[in-house]
């Protein structure tokens, strides 16, 4: 319960379990205590050099980097991108198998359920842009993003883990305590929509149950705060994550009309008693920090980033990155369509410029025989000794100040590193190329234009794995099927049989997907194929 209340007196409350409240002058208290600490760990920081995980981003400092994300994503020359998901394909049934009888259509219509079902954990993002001085090199600024789906008034995400996936992040060093603690909201048009006519009307609700819990026990305190306070003195109330700062503020005005609060810290709330009148006069305010618009800001999280990407119409990279695009358009930009045809509208219209180092490096292999690598990291090491055997080196990278983590360490799997191993790799490929034509001599530097021109033939086809064809287009119509021949097999009349059955019996040859047409007849694909 309180203590005494009222002007010059402090006063504290804790509600167990939620967080803990200070009232009257303690909270002027509070704020300068906090303030000095907070300028004592800059000093110190300052004293120990850049912070390599400046490059990690969290609810806890997302609005203090955007800025500047949103800048250097206009700068950049382009952008490479990775994700981590809570997992990978649904495989509940037979006819959702992937399979080499996949068309891309059929592909994109296994996968959709998946994408719906889970969510992305982690998105990084590595800027690229070449240097000034004609170098040949580039600078790569990288943000590994931990992101969360929002649980904030009416919406209340539902999303499935997958255990192989787990298992595969927690192997890598990935922190699931941030992902549910720090993790960046985010919103699709259709959530936005949504949660901005909710907020325009007044009719918030919550579906948190146990906020709803600790709503009714904190408007119950305030309001025998209110009571023995006098106009102007104030509460605060700490420990707020996330979106939970605004659902708090928004519930609280409703129900109690001589307060006023305001955000404190990005966690911490401050009440005030005022004035009828006074209450009239804040509201109309500008600074308002409830506005449906800030509010929405909030709510949108990592979807701004995404808009900035949009809108700077930059080249988007990645390795092996249907799963990517989809994610991407599901959480940030519209649910999933339906219709295949739409989605690669839909990302052709997003994202007009997209190279698939996979799928690069799958096209150059009749050229460079050592490029047949199973995986990113491999690749990018090929390709370094390549252009040392090819007496060349591929374009310096250099990290930016205050971002250094990757180039001091390793980091596989963590978002924002393959990313950046990605784009490196589309600048080797991309010299690569200008060697073999005969465009590179020195001492003459390619420019970014040339590296980019030397992709061309391959930009919006992204890598299928093991599907009836290599590739499809975001810009065009899908190729033609190109691999080997699919073989028919008759069963003997009064023989059982099934497509496992039949696999086994080929097991011996090769490996082969069995798809069944009738009782005695089944189909055969292989990606093994001597003719």
């Keep these: 319960m309180f203590g005494e209340s009222g002007r010059g007196r402090a006063t504290e409350l804790a509600i167990p379990g939620v967080y803990p409240f200070r009232a009257g002058s303690d909270v002027k208290k509070a704020r300068r205590k906090e303030h000095v600490e907070s300028q004592r ?125 787990c298992s595969f992040l927690a192997k890598y060093g990935f922190d699931f305590k941030k992902f549910f603690r720090e993790g960046i909201p985010y919103l699709n048009v259709e959530q936005e929509s949504r949660l901005q006519v909710l907020l325009a009307a007044g009719t918030w609700s919550l579906s948190n149950s146990a906020l709803k819990d600790m709503l009714k026990m904190t408007i119950t305190e305030v309001s025998e705060w209110l009571v023995r306070a006098q106009e102007g003195d104030s509460l605060m109330l700490s420990g707020l994550p996330g979106l939970q700062v605004f659902e708090i503020q928004l519930m609280l005005r409703r129900g109690i009309s001589n307060i006023w609060t305001e955000i404190e810290d990005q966690d911490k709330v401050v009440i005030q008693k005022v004035s009828y009148s006074k209450r009239t006069q804040l509201e109309n305010s500008v600074t308002d920090v409830c506005r449906v618009d800030r509010v929405l800001e909030a709510a949108l999280g990592f979807t701004l980033v995404f808009r900035e990407l949009v809108g700077a119409n930059k080249p988007l990279i990645g390795h092996n990155m249907l799963l990517d695009l989809m994610y991407i358009h599901d959480k940030f930009y519209r649910s999933l369509p339906e219709s295949f045809a739409d989605f690669k509208t839909n990302i052709h219209k997003l994202f007009p410029s997209v190279f698939d180092t996979k799928h690069i490096s799958k096209r150059m292999r009749q050229e460079f025989q050592s490029l047949q690598i199973p995986n990113l990291f491999a690749l990018h090491s090929v390709l370094e000794s390549r252009l040392v055997d090819l007496a060349q080196h591929g374009p310096s990278l250099h990290h930016i100040s205050g971002c250094e983590k990757y180039a001091e360490n390793d980091c596989p799997h963590e978002a924002a590193f393959d990313a950046f191993i990605c784009g490196a790799v589309l600048l080797q490929l991309a010299q690569l190329l200008l060697i073999n034509q005969g465009s590179v001599f ?30 499809m287009s975001l810009s065009g119509d899908d190729p033609q099927a190109e691999r080997p021949p699919i073989l028919l097999v008759k069963v003997r009349r009064g023989w059982s049989s099934s497509p496992a059955e039949i696999a086994r019996e080929f097991a011996t040859f090769c490996s082969l997907d069995v798809r069944k047409e009738s009782p005695r007849h089944y189909l055969l694909a292989t990606n093994e194929w001597k003719g």
Excluded at 446 to 467: D, F, Q, T
């Design 41 to 165: 760990l800059k000093q110190k920081e300052g004293e120990l050099g850049s912070g390599v995980n400046m490059c990690e981003v969290t609810a806890a400092n997302f609005q203090l980097l955007y800025p500047q994300i949103k800048e250097e994503i206009a700068k950049c020359d382009f952008v490479a991108i990775d994700t981590e998901l809570t997992g990978l394909h649904t495989n509940s049934s037979p006819a959702g198998q992937l399979s080499l009888f996949d068309s891309p259509e059929e592909r994109y219509g296994k996968l959709r359920p998946s994408v719906t079902r889970f969510t992305v954990s982690q998105i990084g993002l590595s800027l690229f842009t070449q240097e000034s001085n004609s170098t040949n090199g580039f600078f790569a600024l990288c943000y590994n993003f931990y992101l969360f789906p929002p649980s904030f008034g009416p919406l209340d995400a539902e999303f499935t883990f997958q255990s192989s996936s």
């Design 442 to 471: 020195e001492p003459r530097i390619p420019l970014i234009g040339e590296y980019l021109a030397a992709v061309e033939p391959h930009k919006n086809n992204v890598n299928l794995i093991r599907a009836r064809v290599s590739f």
